[in-house]
């Protein structure tokens, strides 16, 4: 799994990672909840950026820091020893393990290369679980490109959309969706 916490948190104001959310940081739930379902869990920060991980995360440095999260994500993909990947944002507290498992059980079921869920009838590109090696060249030809957006691999790949009826039952007020952005998000 893939954990993106190498963002600036310009909306927040300050380093929202380490901001406390029942007492713990942010980052850490996001950390928790894949960890439940992946063997191998990577943290992708900016050069420098040191961060206090629990036992078996890896600290994996962007080496292009600031060029946004699909340059991220491809210095997770250059890290991971999986061929499956479930990547998440740093940000995202409330992820629900059995809907992580439920993209990585669609995908790994499906000749797609990655797999999202959609929400209110749209694509959401986190959570998401990718085919490493596809997701990797990829992620390096959008980036070569001069693309930042993670949205835009979703454009370049097969993708399997995990509909509504198909996650919300495992988490019926879409919790896994919830990211934050600024202070008012963390209440």
Do not use: Y
Request: a neutral charge; zero cysteines; charged letters at 25%.
């Amino acid at each position: 799994a893939i954990v993106l916490a190498g963002g600036r948190s310009r909306r927040f104001g300050r380093d929202k990672l380490a901001e406390p959310l029942a007492g713990r940081p942010l980052l850490l739930h996001a950390i928790e909840a894949v960890a439940r379902i992946a063997t191998d869990v990577l943290v992708v920060v900016e050069p420098g950026s040191v961060r206090d991980l629990p036992g078996g995360a890896r600290l994996v440095h962007d080496p292009t820091p600031h060029e946004g999260p699909l340059a991220g994500l491809l210095a997770g993909l250059l890290e991971a020893r999986e061929s499956l990947v479930v990547l998440v944002g740093g940000d995202m507290p409330s992820l629900d393990p059995a809907v992580l498992a439920a993209l990585v059980r669609a995908l790994d079921a499906s000749s797609a290369d990655l797999a999202v869920l959609e929400h209110r009838g749209r694509r959401r590109p986190l959570p998401m679980a990718l085919r490493n090696g596809a997701a990797t060249t990829h992620a390096q030809r959008l980036l070569g490109d001069g693309e930042r957006r993670l949205g835009a691999i979703l454009d370049r790949l097969a993708v399997r959309v995990l509909v509504e009826g198909e996650w919300r039952p495992l988490d019926p007020n879409a919790w896994t969706l919830r990211d934050v952005d600024v202070p008012g998000d963390l209440v």
